[in-house]
């Protein structure tokens, strides 16, 4: 939505004594951080009515007929058909190990279903999936990304003359009306290749901050209060039920006594505090997501961010000597460094403000 407003703002020709279209912007984001603060019946009314219009552009008649042309003799899924693969897989995506808050989210599926709520469980999955990141080299040879719910976003399959049973992935972008090699992040650091599968199960959704790490962030905020009361339920019918018992898990769900609505806020929360992106599953396997970074630094007065992977001892060198490894996060393709000293600077959170660093 600022996007548009600011782009809209942009092109209109100012007469000189107007302020500057960027005082304009200001002011809108000023609203929106107002609004989405504000716990008013008001407010929440305008945030559900903005968020159920911030949905996908459907296709103009030229965007579906140049789809249907370009692409005859390759492997094609549409925009439709990624939303569903894609929900169906983050349905699937329980969080229930560890010593944390779970997520257990078929559990969750059947809570809302027997209030009566299913289609709100299921708006929660589909702008997580319409949020997902993929990227792609553009006519500039520079690595973009784009998100789902900008625009109708297709993935091409051309099978590759090299390997056979192979495919090149590409990004085909609706409104430009043209494809882009699709890239997929290595987790090694911020570099990236080109994306060849065998299908499209090889795509995996990877959390670029890990799930677990969002719960334990959220639950020591208390800010998940009521996903924690369903937690415990689920814990404790594992517990006495050590088979599936549809029985015991329909027995545990009538007796949750939770706030629906404000459970979905919760879920609001996580859904907002994480970046998903498309990554290729042999990637995906080897990144470890709690400690693809030990943390991020920023140095001061510039804008370098590094992401220090740890630390390593080089050809039995003695403890005194130890390497720190580490990559510069705005380096395109950055190789791994070494540094006798610990970086100075600034630890920084993963944020969104940095994705196109990672």
């Not at 500057?20 to 603060?37: A, H, Q, R």
């Not at 009521?226 to 594992?238: G, H, P, R, T, W």
């Amino acid at each position: 939505m600022i996007d548009l407003v600011r782009h809209s703002v942009y092109v209109y020709k100012w007469p000189k004594k107007q302020k500057s279209y960027s005082t304009y912007c200001n002011k809108f984001i000023d609203f929106l951080e107002k609004l989405l603060n504000s716990t008013s019946k008001k407010s929440t009314g305008i945030k559900k009515d903005i968020t159920s219009k911030c949905t996908t552009p459907a296709l103009t008649g030229t965007e579906e007929h140049w789809l249907k042309e370009a692409f005859q003799g390759y492997k094609v899924y549409s925009h439709e058909q990624l939303m569903k693969k894609f929900t169906a897989r983050l349905r699937s995506q329980d969080r229930i190990s560890g010593n944390k808050v779970w997520l257990p989210l078929r559990y969750i599926s059947k809570l809302y279903k027997k209030n009566g709520k299913a289609k709100e469980f299921s708006d929660w999955l589909n702008n997580m999936a319409e949020e997902i990141f993929v990227h792609y080299e553009d006519d500039k040879n520079e690595i973009k990304s784009v998100q789902f719910k900008t625009q109708q976003v297709y993935l091409v399959f051309k099978e590759n003359s090299k390997c056979k049973g192979t495919y090149d992935v590409y990004v085909a972008l609706s409104r430009e009306n043209k494809k882009y090699k699709a890239y997929t992040p290595t987790g090694e650091g911020n570099t990236k290749v080109a994306m060849t599968v065998t299908d499209i199960s090889d795509i995996a959704i990877d959390h670029v901050k890990p799930i677990d790490k969002t719960l334990r962030d959220l639950n020591n905020a208390g800010k998940i209060e009521n996903l924690k009361k369903v937690s415990d339920a689920y814990q404790e019918m594992i517990k006495k039920s050590q088979n599936s018992d549809s029985n015991a898990e329909n027995a545990s769900l009538d007796g949750l006594n939770v706030d629906i609505d404000a459970l979905t806020n919760e879920l609001n929360l996580i859904r907002e505090d994480g970046v998903l992106r498309l990554m290729h599953t042999k990637y995906n396997g080897k990144k470890s997501n709690s400690s693809t970074y030990k943390k991020i630094i920023k140095i001061k007065n510039k804008n370098t961010y590094y992401g220090i992977l740890g630390k390593v001892i080089i050809d039995g060198e003695d403890e005194e000597k130890k390497r720190y490894l580490y990559y510069n996060l705005k380096e395109q393709n950055a190789p791994m460094r070494v540094a006798l000293k610990e970086l100075n600077g600034t630890e920084v959170q993963i944020t969104k403000a940095i994705i196109d660093y990672i």
